[in-house]
């Protein structure tokens, strides 16, 4: 007897390919930039750390391993698995299409389901999407795509008329839930394919037909179901893994200058407490070792990261968990202390400038001295720490540059990244554009103080002249998507050991006049320290095998052609050529 038929596989992930070439891009070019600080040269190949990671642990160990950060599925995947099946509804997922492809193909090709819903929320680029929908439609043709997150709501809020309409077909789906959250508006498009009914009664959906589209449907209030907590009960354990996202709020407190993620997240919502609380009950129950929760800020409002902390002390800190968090504030050492004894292994800390003028220009409540406080107070404490900067921000000078730097070398933060300014015209800085000078899109722009190929050569100056911190250039070695590797067997000392060789290595290996001459003797005395040691790592078996993730079938220039609607408009930030967001691509073909 057939098993019942799917209503919908829930993909997570898709990574595209850059190719070799544009580590020949000048350092202050967009992905001249992004290549350098994504890559690294290793036995005539330019590969991502994860992909060296992995090819010394297997030369050590014979497996087939690849070690990727997809093995901690997005939450995304999660919450609306557990959402859905609490409706009735039969879903499969997917958390990594490379990796998965496979076993994909077979669920699509075996009982063709209903649909395949596609997440977007990692995206910039049109890119992944375009090729994941290709992949479904080779081997599913009748199956409806669903498209939902921030890149597709994003592209329906930011253009209208005959514009949005091309870049919709120029995806190649055939619904686009176009509302925050959106998981109600999913469950209501699975109804209706379940009953054979019109679509054009859900509300908040783009609606495509041979290709065209056809037609926006009514939009109506809709808020990610912060209220309803996830049940874990409805993972199974093959889909939960060791390390999960947890979210005990949605949207952000804030409105910092830079950033647009208050306006496309909505308000910010608390979940209550005493739900979150059942979550970790669920999750240490069944084996999780790490938590990384994906607030804005965990500890925002004051004294409810607190609270959280020592329910964990008191049952035990069953596992690690990671955030997001903000110094508004001075830290106290007591607080510091509650959160390590909690089970805290990592925090990632919004620093943004070491200059507090640049904090003040931003929006930012904190001040240098509160962030300084907190690395101090973490490294006393064993919580490794991130330091994530903005670099271009109008106002940005030599002399604050300059600062942030010596901030960094002067507290010595686990890791660090200097991200330059990207202007969203949905961004508070936006409404001041006129007294800013500010004009452009994206990461072109310009205004009174510096121009964003200067912020591009300013932050790879900010790379190289910190001393002490290593460099983290994409999600693969991210300390926020680290833990999965701590879940692995890898002991904290030996990843920020491999962090800081991969950091050298990478330094050593482009263009010599941005980044300076390496000798060789130094670079490969660096491959035969990371070479030792990975292979004196006793890593846990991955859950992808590379050969795997090789064979995945690729037609780049189809879906090039499809995604030139979006540069002919000026879709893209002003990325020119292959226009990728940092960490959704992988290089492709022998370094040139």
């Known amino acids: 007897m057939a098993p019942p038929r799917l209503d919908t596989i829930l993909v997570g992930f898709h990574e595209t390919v850059l190719p070799p070439s544009l580590a020949a891009l000048p350092a202050d070019d967009p992905l001249g930039f992004y290549y350098r600080t994504a890559f690294l040269r290793w036995d005539g190949e330019d590969l991502e750390p994860h992909e060296v990671l992995s090819r010394l642990v297997n030369a050590a160990t014979g497996r087939d391993d690849c070690y990727h950060w997809a093995e901690a599925a997005p939450l995304a995947l ?45 995206y910039v680029d049109p890119l992944p999407v375009i090729e994941a929908v290709a992949f479904v439609r080779r081997h599913a043709e009748r199956a409806t795509i669903i498209l939902g997150g921030p890149f597709v709501q994003d592209l329906c809020r930011d253009h209208d008329g005959a514009t949005r309409a091309r870049l919709l077909e120029a995806l190649g789906a055939d619904v686009v839930v ?27 959906l783009a609606v495509l037909a041979g290709g065209k589209l056809a037609g926006l449907t009514p939009t109506e209030p809709e808020e990610s179901a912060i209220d309803e907590p996830l049940d874990w009960d409805q993972i199974t354990d ?34 209550d407490l005493a ?9 240490a129950r069944r084996g999780v070792r790490h938590v990384a929760f994906v607030d804005d800020a965990l500890n925002v409002p004051p004294g409810r990261l607190d609270k959280l902390c020592r329910t964990l002390v008191a049952s035990g800190a069953p596992f690690r968990w990671s955030a997001h968090f903000r110094a508004a504030q001075a830290p106290r050492a007591g607080q510091l202390r509650l959160l390590r004894d909690s089970g805290c292994a990592a925090l990632h800390l919004g620093v943004e400038s070491g200059d507090d003028g640049m904090l003040r220009a931003m929006s930012k409540t904190g001040q240098v001295a509160h962030y300084g406080r907190a690395i101090e107070l973490c490294r006393e404490q064993g919580i490794l720490t991130h330091a994530a900067l903005v670099i271009g921000f109008p106002g940005e000078t030599a002399a604050s540059l300059e600062r942030t730097i010596d901030f960094v070398n002067r507290y010595q933060p686990t890791t660090f990244k200097p991200q330059p300014f990207f202007y969203h015209h949905h961004a508070p800085v936006h409404g001041r554009a006129a007294q800013l000078g500010l004009a ?10 510096m121009t964003s190929r200067q912020a591009f050569a300013a932050a790879m100056q900010v790379r190289q ?50 980044l300076g001459a390496p000798t060789r003797a130094r670079r490969r005395q660096g491959q035969d320290e990371l070479a030792a040691l990975c292979g004196a790592m006793q890593l846990e078996p991955a859950r992808f095998s590379s050969a795997v993730v090789d064979a995945y079938p690729r037609d780049l220039e189809a879906a090039m052609a499809r995604r030139q609607a979006f540069v002919e408009v000026g879709a893209l930030g002003g990325a020119p050529g292959l226009g990728a967001s940092p960490g959704l691509v992988r290089s492709v073909g022998p370094a040139r």
């Open 78 to 122: 999660h919450h609306l698995t557990a959402f859905l099946r609490r409706r009735g509804f039969r879903t499969a997922m997917v958390r990594w299409l490379e990796g998965e492809h496979d076993r994909l193909a077979q669920l699509l090709e075996r009982g063709e389901p209903r649909s395949v819903c596609l997440t977007t929320t990692f």
């Open 178 to 204: 176009r509302s925050a959250g959106g998981e109600r508006t999913l469950a209501q498009v699975l109804g209706a394919l379940r009953a054979g009914t019109d679509l054009g009664r859900v509300p908040n």
């Open 238 to 271: 093959d889909e939960l893994g060791r390390e999960v996202c947890v979210r005990t709020s949605v949207g952000c407190a804030h409105r910092c200058a830079f950033c647009e993620f208050p306006v496309r997240a909505g308000r910010h919502r608390l979940a």
């Open 275 to 283: 739900g979150v609380e059942r979550q970790l009950e669920q999750l």
């Open 440 to 449: 452009g899109r994206g990461w072109r722009w310009r205004h009174r103080t």
């Open 465 to 514: 002249r910190v001393k002490g911190s290593a460099f983290v250039g994409d999600r693969q070695m991210h300390l926020f998507m680290l833990p999965w590797l701590l879940c692995k067997g890898m002991t904290a000392a030996q990843l920020v050991t491999a962090l800081g060789l991969f950091d050298q290595l990478q330094r050593d290996s482009f263009d010599a006049r941005a």
